[in-house]
């Protein structure tokens, strides 16, 4: 595929739709590899059936959410103090 530009420097519309279709061959072999259980490819697509050889694993990714959660909301509580401190001395 020659690389076919406009004035603009954007790519021209065929290589777009070039691209767009080799994404989708590509994202349609990743589910076709784990399509031998039943529904593999609608969980693969939902995202809801987390696997891992170790069960620890899972225990770890549980833990970690919740530590980014809380740090999560730390920073939201400290952006709004910062904002309702720097908005109220200039008034």
Known sequence: MRDERRPDGTPAARQVVAAVEKAVQVFWSFLRRDDHRAGG???????VDPQAEDPRDLNLLDDLKK??????????YLVMSCRRLYSSSFI
């Open 41 to 47: 490819i609608l969980k693969k697509l939902l995202w």
């Open 67 to 76: 530590v980014l959660r809380k740090v999560s909301n730390l920073l939201f």
